[in-house]
């Protein structure tokens, strides 16, 4: 049965990011659910992501049960998937979603799959640059 392929989305967008400042993490893995005939029977999954793994490049990683969410104004900091980077450089980010099940036959009750399945997302490239102030006179 395929599984949708994780997307790896980070914000800001476009690849960079700043030292000390939150980079947001997250990606889209709503529950769904299959149906199949076998044998004759119908057999019915619930897939769920279980857990999501974030490789962050710089040798540190997360593991969360959630997704992460898009930045909001209102959407208080305890949400996010986020990360701070303490140096400039260049690196690779990687997910891996776990995804588990539980399955019904012919309408019966639910009982999970042993075992769960890894997918893991294109990995990505993102530079962490460094912002340095810079005093201007102004008029």
């Given at each position: 049965?395929?599984?949708?392929?994780?997307?790896?989305?980070?914000?800001?967008?476009?690849?960079?990011?700043?030292?000390?400042?939150?980079?947001?993490?997250?990606?889209e893995a709503a529950p769904f659910r299959r149906t199949v005939t076998l044998l004759?029977?119908?057999?019915?999954?619930?897939?769920?992501?279980?857990?999501?793994?974030?490789?962050?490049?710089?040798?540190?990683?997360?593991?969360?049960?959630?997704?992460?969410?898009?930045?909001?104004?209102?959407?208080?900091?305890?949400?996010?998937?986020?990360?701070?980077?303490?140096?400039?450089?260049?690196?690779?980010?990687?997910?891996?979603?776990?995804?588990?099940?539980?399955?019904?036959?012919?309408?019966?009750?639910?009982?999970?799959?042993?075992?769960?399945?890894?997918?893991?997302?294109?990995?990505?490239?993102?530079?962490?640059?460094?912002?340095r102030p810079q005093l201007v006179s102004y008029h």
């Open positions: 049965m395929p599984l949708p392929t994780p997307e790896l989305i980070v914000q800001p967008p476009n690849g960079r990011t700043l030292v000390n400042i939150d980079t947001i993490f997250r990606t004759g029977h119908r057999v019915t999954f619930d897939i769920k992501a279980q857990e999501f793994r974030w490789t962050l490049g710089d040798g540190h990683t997360m593991t969360t049960t959630e997704p992460g969410v898009a930045y909001a104004e209102q959407t208080p900091r305890s949400q996010y998937v986020a990360y701070r980077y303490t140096t400039a450089g260049k690196v690779h980010l990687g997910l891996t979603t776990v995804w588990g099940a539980d399955w019904s036959l012919d309408g019966g009750p639910f009982q999970p799959v042993p075992g769960t399945v890894q997918m893991d997302a294109p990995t990505q490239p993102l530079e962490i640059l460094e912002a």
